[in-house]
T-cell receptor, first 115, second 111 residues
Framework: KAGVTQTPRYLIKTRGQQVTLSCSPI?????VSWYQQTPGQGLQFLFEYFSETQRNKGNFPGRFSGRQFSNSRSEMNVSTLELGDSALYLC??????????????FGSGTRLTVV | SQKIEQNSEALNIQEGKTATLTCNYT??????LQWYRQDPGRGPVFLLLIRENEKEKRKERLKVTFDTTLKQSLFHITASQPADSATYLCALEYNNNDMRFGAGTRLTVKP
């Protein structure tokens, strides 16, 4: 079966710009979670969407937002980019919240570089 | 506040030996704990989930234990192979509104 697809794989943006990242989950998975991974902070939870509703949100500023569509595809948006937003953004899909059934399936991520 | 720690940043072992990785957590009692493998430039791959009422779980050469008294999970890879070289992450759900990952242990298996 197809895995989790994230687009684009790489992105370079300038400070102050905004960016939208896309994630297509595994068919049948209704939960989509987003994570930021940096060398200093590791993997940090951004938010989770389940059936088009944001169910949980991590400790990130309001510049980070997301949404989920009726087909479970999800987008993440970051506005007013800062240099510190440079990171690998990972999308993970699962049957339920927190991957309690079969764990998360992660995409390969979008590498965002802010210059 | 809740912390999750993987005590070794890096672990080097010889092929054929058993690798043992440790995950400790504080100030919380998770209902379950997960282990993932991550290769450079890729997303983590789910390996095992162990629940609080399970002492041990196995999958092929992998074994996970969960000691809720010690607040510790051990992850073992028996008969290790160079292909097992990767970063291994533990993760636990926190207060049903956050998922916390450890910083990971980078395992290198030498032939």
């Amino acid at each position: 079966k197809a895995g989790v697809t994230q687009t684009p794989r790489y992105l370079i943006k300038t400070r102050g710009q905004q960016v939208t990242l896309s994630c297509s989950p595994i068919s049948g998975h209704r939960s989509v979670s987003w994570y930021q991974q940096t060398p200093g902070q590791g993997l940090q939870f951004l938010f989770e969407y389940f059936s088009e509703t944001q169910r949980n949100k991590g400790n990130f500023p309001g510049r980070f937002s997301g949404r989920q569509f009726s087909n479970s595809r999800s987008e993440m948006n970051v506005s007013t980019l800062e240099l510190g937003d440079s990171a690998l953004y990972l999308c993970a899909s699962s049957l339920d919240s927190w991957g309690t059934v079969g764990g998360y399936t992660f995409g390969s991520g979008t590498r965002l570089t802010v210059v | 506040s809740q912390k999750i720690e993987q005590n070794s940043e890096a672990l080097n072992i010889q092929e054929g030996k058993t690798a043992t990785l440790t995950c400790n957590y504080t100030n919380y009692s998770p209902a379950y704990l997960q282990w993932y493998r991550q290769d450079p430039g890729r997303g983590p791959v789910f390996l095992l989930l162990i629940r609080e009422n399970e002492k041990e779980k196995r999958k092929e050469r992998l074994k996970v234990t969960f000691d809720t008294t010690l607040k510790q999970s051990l992850f073992h890879i028996t008969a290790s192979q160079p292909a097992d070289s990767a970063t291994y992450l533990c993760a636990l759900e926190y207060n049903n509104n956050d998922m916390r990952f450890g910083a990971g242990t980078r395992l290198t298996v030498k032939p």
